[in-house]
């Protein structure tokens, strides 16, 4: 069963979210800010990291940078989920390593289904299959 780290300093999208992605068979763990969430991938070493920007102690563009810095998680899938939804800042995203942008609001089935599609290539691609 692959596990996702959630990570939003609002505990009701974190309980939306662990609630949809444990209906659909993931394990899931949960972050309020970025410095947390360094700690848990380390110690936990999940499958995929949801990831909000606007937190506080340690934003998201700061954690994915510090995810991408490291070897150790440096390909580790981050799909952004966040209200800031410009053109702009999801080409920026992209371009910084993340894998995907959902924009808030959005509905639990989309999250699952992205979480699904970005684990579903890699796992394609650790096989061969394109």
Not at 29 to 38: H, N, P, S, V, W
């Amino acid at each position: 069963m692959p596990t996702v780290l959630v990570v939003d300093d609002d505990p009701d999208i974190r309980n939306l979210v662990r609630l949809a992605l444990q209906r659909s068979g993931y394990g899931v763990l949960e972050a309020g800010d970025g410095r947390i969430a360094l700690d848990v991938v380390a110690a936990d070493h999940p499958d995929l990291v949801l990831l909000d920007l606007s937190m506080p102690v340690l934003d998201g563009h700061a954690t994915l940078a510090a995810l991408r810095s490291d070897p150790a998680t440096a390909d580790l899938p981050v799909v952004i989920i966040s209200a800031l939804s410009t053109v702009v800042d999801r080409r920026e995203l992209l371009a910084a390593g993340a894998q995907r942008f959902v924009g808030k609001p959005f509905l639990p089935r989309q999250l699952v289904e992205t979480v699904a599609e970005v684990l579903g290539r890699l796992q394609g691609a650790e096989r061969g299959v394109s």
